[in-house]
């Protein structure tokens, strides 16, 4: 005879897996706090004793340990000229910490606010670097904090210099500028002389454009009166109204700009790209065809750069936001920004 028994998952078994971290990981994530929390963001930094720092680089090393041998055969060889280029050489080093440490100490870094950039392409960071001291630095990088691509420059006395360091965000949307790292190894290139800086400043990254651009779709009925003769000014029945502030060149009529000079005057009239309008251009999401998220993105950021580069007034419609109908520098970052956030 045979009994059954109901199976029971072992306590152990059905308990979730929980990722044992090493005391080593432990420490090195409190460090880093602790380390972060000495610098707090801001766009502008002066570096003092406080937040530069100074280590031997590995030909430091080297040269010490080549210092150590040659003050110890002096030592057994009782050689006087080895005495003196021993101590000669300490000299020249403790000197080099000076001047090296020096380089940054007292420099005053400030970060312009970054423009807004597409993704794939980098996004630049103008740092100015500015010195009160009466001597010239010499030999100062930046980089991103991690990254391997330096850019270097020359700080003239009493003045200072523009340094445009790049990174490359990962995806659209609003991004805090990355940790940046100063350093310097002038003069002698024995001691590294760095400082950390986070800058507070935060970059806005378009989505990517569809490349090649696809065609406009089709317009939408304007709605009632807005392409009506009462909506439009005197003057405006022959496709052309008076020139208004902002309006792009290539719609300017120049012919009649040449009559018009010719007759003292400087009166410039520009087409009626509203009149030429006939219909409204709205882009949204379902007007894409595409069924991916970020193509759908791509191609209506096309769309705005498209139709912002012809002069037509387009508006925008995504999901619990609607721009109306519009042209213009503003009406086209306004577009983007809303296809980066959302």
């Known amino acids: ?162 340094v445009h360091v790049t990174f490359q965000p990962a995806s659209r949307g609003l991004h805090t500028v990355p940790t940046l790292k100063a350093e310097t190894r002038y003069p002698l290139g024995t001691f590294r002389v760095w400082t950390i800086w986070r800058p507070a400043a935060q970059v806005l990254v378009y989505p990517q454009p569809e490349k090649p651009a696809p065609q406009l779709p089709a317009g939408e009925p304007r709605s009632q009166g807005a392409g009506s003769a009462s909506a439009r000014g005197v003057g405006e029945f022959d496709g052309v109204r008076a020139y208004q502030r902002g309006d792009p060149l290539k719609l300017v009529i120049w012919k009649k700009a040449a009559k018009s000079f010719a007759a003292g005057t400087d009166d410039l009239v520009s087409r009626d790209s509203q009149q030429s309008q006939q219909q409204e251009l709205w882009f949204d999401l379902a007007a894409t065809g595409l069924h991916e998220r970020e193509a759908r993105i791509s191609r209506l950021t096309s769309w705005v750069l498209q139709a912002d580069r012809l002069g037509l007034d387009y508006g925008l419609r995504l999901s619990g936001r609607e721009i109306p109908p519009n042209s213009g520098a503003a009406h086209r970052h306004r577009c983007l920004e809303a296809l980066a956030l959302c």
């Open 1 to 162: 005879m045979q009994s059954s028994h109901p199976t029971s998952a072992s306590p152990t078994a059905a308990a979730p897996r929980r990722t044992l971290r090493s005391p080593n990981a432990i420490l090195r994530e409190r460090w880093r706090a602790w380390w972060w929390s000495r610098v707090p963001p801001a766009n502008t930094l002066t570096l003092t004793q406080r937040n530069v720092y100074i280590l031997p680089t590995g030909a430091g090393w080297m040269l010490a340990l080549t210092l150590f041998l040659l003050l110890i055969g002096s030592i057994n060889f009782q050689l006087n000229l080895g005495y003196l280029l021993t101590f000669l050489l300490v000299g020249c080093v403790a000197v080099s910490i000076y001047v090296c440490h020096s380089t940054l100490r007292g420099l005053h870094l400030h970060l312009a606010d970054p423009a807004p950039q597409f993704l794939g392409s980098g996004s630049p960071l103008e740092i100015t670097l500015t010195s009160a001291r009466k001597q010239p630095r010499y030999a100062i990088g930046l980089t991103v904090y991690g990254s391997t691509n330096w850019v270097w420059a020359d700080v003239p006395a009493a003045g200072s210099a523009v």
